[in-house]
């Protein structure tokens, strides 16, 4: 990290290193040596956790610094919750408990902040509640009604939250650096994560992004009379504003509360559980958080999603590879699981142990052998799946992420409200259609007509390289450039190496040297001049030796 960053960002630096401490994480600082960094890391250390803090499990200690650390820290948190690929499952299951709820900000800043991004406030609404309807550590929301007497919800990001983030992502950058140098053998690279979160905060921080993807939504749902999705009054939003159709109906959190009938509560499950396996199999594009707080029941029978900032793609071959994963463990058909397996974490082969991910993922299967479909859960063969990334140290594709969270969450939204609902037995007819559709004669046809057009280009340019390549060799005129592995390292160990060799041989010429000076300048009558440069070269040569070990010291350190 550049010194200037360190000293802008020294303050919170040690609020970090306060939080963590306080909360048993001071090994952590110690082994990747950022205790140095601060100059009142000793005074901070001597504290250490009460007895309380002690007597929690590191997962829970974890989650609760994070709330302490902020709004950044507690979305990180809440990624992480969706990476069974980086994280334990302990780990996972305790970041899913992070809360965000804050004391709101006053409404005079809140108003300052809408001022400036819309005007006079006049001109758009009729009124606006000043007591905001929730609040959150990134943003809040308030009751609004439009000049033209609609009532709106806007959702407000919170004043100066930006500034707080982005300083934050900055130090996560400089720590995750600065950890990925000195623990080599992590599961995962620190340092994609990080970039990973920085790209998902970006969007937290712009509501338009949100706004755009309820559009697209809104557009490529239109057909299905069962889910809604709500109105952007585009007028009032803005990267910092978002105004909503406000939604009335019951939250799915509070469904025991709404006293739903059964039937009800079955209709839910199936229109939500048909929703997103259609958003995720068909669209390609889905809702990322489907969880109970993000779905409202209508009056009118419908299911309506909320908070859409969280939305994630997938193309035809990752769901076909997630059909052929699925559908894989209910036949028990090992080539087809171990094939999808390697297509959905997009992994070289040559990067793993072939026998190693087969017994691993047959271990797996033999769990469900003479286990009827509708006995096997998706969330079951998803954790699995990434349990096995994690276990070879590959990191999961951030959409294959996003795709797992999602299915996960339905699914243990249609448990909660209908005990009996089973998604993978809901989603076989779609999945064995998936399965059937990639060897039907159509698709086949298809793909030879791919190839073909491939071919043919390939045919049409082929004789056009051959030429070239004549060309330069009758010039002599021909290249070669080989990448291979560790050839980077190996130079540098070699020029190392050789400077070192150089080093040696002129501070030992220049002792010889020195002595021979200081020998003669001890059998002439007096002291000369030659007696001082032999004492200098004694001096020069002693600086450079320390210099060279020091060198040695560091290279090894590093």
């Given at each position: 990290?550049?010194?200037?960053?360190?000293?802008?960002?020294?303050?919170?630096?040690?609020?970090?290193?306060?939080?963590?401490?306080?909360?048993?994480?001071?090994?952590?600082?110690?082994?990747?040596?950022?205790?140095?960094?601060?100059?009142?890391?000793?005074?901070?250390?001597?504290?250490?956790?009460?007895?309380?803090?002690?007597?929690?499990?590191?997962?829970?200690?974890?989650?609760?610094?994070?709330?302490?650390?902020?709004?950044?820290?507690?979305?990180?948190?809440?990624?992480?919750?969706?990476?069974?690929?980086?994280?334990?499952?302990?780990?996972?299951?305790?970041?899913?408990?992070?809360?965000?709820?804050?004391?709101?900000?006053?409404?005079?800043?809140?108003?300052?902040?809408?001022?400036?991004?819309?005007?006079?406030?006049?001109?758009?609404?009729?009124?606006?509640?000043?007591?905001?309807?929730?609040?959150?550590?990134?943003?809040?929301?308030?009751?609004?009604?439009?000049?033209?007497?609609?009532?709106?919800?806007?959702?407000?990001?919170?004043?100066?939250?930006?500034?707080?983030?982005?300083?934050?992502?900055?130090?996560?950058?400089?720590?995750?650096?600065?950890?990925?140098?000195?623990?080599?053998?992590?599961?995962?690279?620190?340092?994609?994560?990080?970039?990973?979160?920085?790209?998902?905060?970006?969007?937290?921080?712009?509501?338009?992004?949100?706004?755009?993807?309820?559009?697209?939504?809104?557009?490529?749902?239109?057909?299905?009379?069962?889910?809604?999705?709500?109105?952007?009054?585009?007028?009032?939003?803005?990267?910092?504003?978002?105004?909503?159709?406000?939604?009335?109906?019951?939250?799915?959190?509070h469904w025991k509360d709404a006293n739903l009938s059964e039937e009800e509560r079955s209709k839910i499950v199936e229109i939500g559980a048909g929703s997103i396996l259609r958003q995720v199999?068909?669209?390609?594009?889905?809702?990322?958080?489907?969880?109970?707080?993000?779905?409202?029941?209508?009056?009118?029978?419908?299911?309506?999603?909320?908070?859409?900032?969280?939305?994630?793609?997938?193309?035809?071959?990752?769901?076909?590879?997630?059909?052929?994963?699925?559908?894989?463990?209910?036949?028990?058909?090992?080539?087809?699981?171990?094939?999808?397996?390697?297509?959905?974490?997009?992994?070289?082969?040559?990067?793993?142990?072939?026998?190693?991910?087969?017994?691993?993922?047959?271990?797996?299967?033999?769990?469900?052998?003479?286990?009827?479909?509708?006995?096997?859960?998706?969330?079951?063969?998803?954790?699995?799946?990434?349990?096995?990334?994690?276990?070879?140290?590959?990191?999961?594709?951030?959409?294959?992420?996003?795709?797992?969270?999602?299915?996960?969450?339905?699914?243990?939204?249609?448990?909660?409200?209908?005990?009996?609902?089973?998604?993978?037995?809901?989603?076989?007819?779609?999945?064995?259609?998936?399965?059937?559709?990639?060897?039907?004669?159509?698709?086949?046809?298809?793909?030879?007509?791919?190839?073909?057009?491939?071919?043919?280009?390939?045919?049409?340019?082929?004789?056009?390289?051959?030429?070239?390549?004549?060309?330069?060799?009758?010039?002599?005129?021909?290249?070669v450039s080989l990448d291979v592995e560790g050839i980077e390292r190996l130079n540098r160990t070699v020029h190392h190496s050789s400077r070192q060799i150089s080093y040696t041989l002129l501070?030992?010429?220049?002792?010889?040297?020195?002595?021979?000076?200081?020998?003669?300048?001890?059998?002439?009558?007096?002291?000369?001049?030659?007696?001082?440069?032999?004492?200098?070269?004694?001096?020069?040569?002693?600086?450079?030796?320390?210099?060279?070990?020091?060198?040695?010291?560091?290279?090894?350190?590093?």
């Amino acid at each position: 990290m550049s010194m200037l960053q360190f000293v802008r960002h020294a303050g919170r630096y040690r609020e970090m290193l306060s939080v963590l401490v306080t909360f048993g994480f001071r090994e952590f600082f110690e082994d990747a040596k950022l205790d140095l960094l601060l100059d009142r890391s000793r005074r901070i250390f001597s504290r250490g956790p009460s007895e309380e803090v002690q007597r929690m499990g590191r997962p829970k200690r974890l989650r609760l610094a994070l709330e302490e650390l902020g709004p950044t820290f507690i979305k990180l948190g809440q990624v992480l919750s969706t990476r069974p690929d980086i994280l334990p499952p302990e780990y996972v299951e305790e970041f899913k408990h992070l809360q965000d709820n804050v004391p709101a900000v006053d409404w005079a800043d809140i108003k300052q902040q809408l001022i400036e991004d819309l005007g006079d406030l006049d001109d758009f609404f009729d009124s606006i509640d000043e007591e905001p309807m929730a609040a959150a550590s990134m943003a809040q929301a308030h009751r609004a009604v439009l000049k033209d007497g609609g009532p709106i919800v806007l959702k407000v990001l919170r004043p100066g939250i930006s500034r707080v983030v982005v300083n934050d992502l900055e130090i996560l950058g400089d720590v995750a650096q600065w950890v990925a140098k000195h623990h080599t053998n992590l599961p995962f690279d620190p340092v994609s994560v990080v970039d990973e979160f920085q790209q998902a905060m970006s969007y937290e921080l712009d509501l338009m992004h949100e706004a755009r993807n309820i559009e697209t939504f809104r557009r490529r749902l239109e057909d299905d009379p069962n889910t809604y999705f709500p109105e952007v009054h585009w007028s009032v939003t803005r990267n910092r504003v978002l105004g909503l159709e406000e939604i009335k109906g019951t939250q799915l959190s509070h469904w025991k509360d709404a006293n739903l009938s059964e039937e009800e509560r079955s209709k839910i499950v199936e229109i939500g559980a048909g929703s997103i396996l259609r958003q995720v199999l068909d669209i390609g594009f889905f809702h990322a958080d489907p969880h109970p707080g993000n779905m409202f029941w209508l009056a009118d029978q419908r299911l309506c999603f909320i908070d859409c900032g969280m939305a994630g793609r997938v193309d035809s071959e990752t769901v076909n590879e997630l059909a052929n994963l699925l559908y894989g463990v209910s036949s028990s058909n090992i080539d087809k699981v171990y094939e999808a397996f390697i297509a959905l974490g997009n992994v070289r082969e040559e990067t793993i142990s072939p026998r190693a991910v087969r017994r691993d993922l047959q271990d797996f299967m033999d769990q469900f052998t003479g286990v009827s479909f509708e006995k096997i859960q998706i969330s079951a063969v998803l954790q699995a799946f990434s349990d096995g990334l994690r276990k070879h140290q590959i990191q999961c594709p951030g959409d294959i992420v996003l795709m797992i969270k999602a299915l996960a969450t339905i699914e243990g939204v249609g448990e909660d409200l209908d005990p009996n609902f089973d998604l993978l037995t809901f989603a076989r007819p779609h999945l064995e259609s998936l399965v059937k559709r990639q060897y039907s004669r159509e698709a086949i046809w298809a793909r030879l007509k791919n190839s073909s057009t491939r071919y043919i280009k390939l045919a049409e340019s082929l004789p056009g390289r051959v030429s070239t390549i004549l060309e330069r060799f009758s010039r002599n005129d021909i290249r070669v450039s080989l990448d291979v592995e560790g050839i980077e390292r190996l130079n540098r160990t070699v020029h190392h190496s050789s400077r070192q060799i150089s080093y040696t041989l002129l501070i030992s010429a220049m002792i010889l040297a020195s002595s021979v000076l200081v020998l003669a300048d001890s059998r002439s009558e007096g002291h000369s001049i030659l007696g001082w440069i032999g004492f200098i070269g004694f001096l020069f040569s002693f600086l450079m030796a320390a210099f060279v070990l020091l060198e040695n010291f560091l290279r090894k350190k590093d």
